[in-house]
């Protein structure tokens, strides 16, 4: 035989398929020097919610009666001017029942209904409705811009008393009527 013959039967014989080509597993890319690989984040862990700090007493009650002072101070000239001649010592109308009713001598106020004058004051000057009964001797000269003074001082009295201000301070249930 001839040897190409062989040589092909040979090859034929072996199943005449290639050789296996060897492949390298596929790799990344390397991290270039001067850049960090990124650590794996761990999961996070519930917090507990921050509770907010609970308010001061005292630093509320000084508030409500900052306010209320500063409030009293702008309207206190209105008072002056038509209130103080019946419920004042020094009015010349004044009695010792409208005084014990209702003092603005000092502040706060007198009287065994002081703690409560705001809402007596709101319906006498017909702040939010009504018809004005006072100042007595000139029923419903309280208006405009001096009405709104004593409107929000008597808006400023009130959350400041509701906020526990003026405990201490006499007014109604101390006396009786």
């Known amino acids: 035989m001839n040897k190409t013959l062989l040589l092909a039967l040979g090859f034929a014989g072996c199943g005449g398929s290639k ?3 060897r ?19 761990p ?37 002056d001017n038509l209130c103080a001649k019946c419920h004042s010592k020094s009015g010349k109308l004044a009695t010792t029942k409208k005084l014990e009713h209702f003092d603005i001598t000092t502040y706060p106020f007198g009287g065994h209904h002081a703690m409560e004058i705001s809402g007596s004051i709101r319906k006498s000057l017909a702040i939010g409705g009504g018809k004005a009964t006072m100042p007595f001797d000139n029923k419903g000269a309280v208006k405009g811009d001096e009405l709104a003074l004593i409107a929000t001082w008597a808006d400023a009295f009130d959350a400041s008393h509701k906020g526990g201000a003026h405990e201490g301070h006499s007014g109604h249930g101390e006396h009786e009527h």
């Open 19 to 21: 050789p296996p080509t």
């Open 23 to 41: 492949t390298t597993p596929q790799t990344t890319d390397p991290v270039p020097m001067n850049e960090s690989v990124a650590e794996p984040t």
């Open 43 to 79: 999961p996070l862990e519930p917090t507990k919610p921050v509770e907010p700090a609970k308010p001061d007493p005292a630093k509320i009650k000084a508030a409500l009666l900052a306010a209320e002072t500063v409030a009293f101070e702008k309207a206190k000239p209105v008072f």
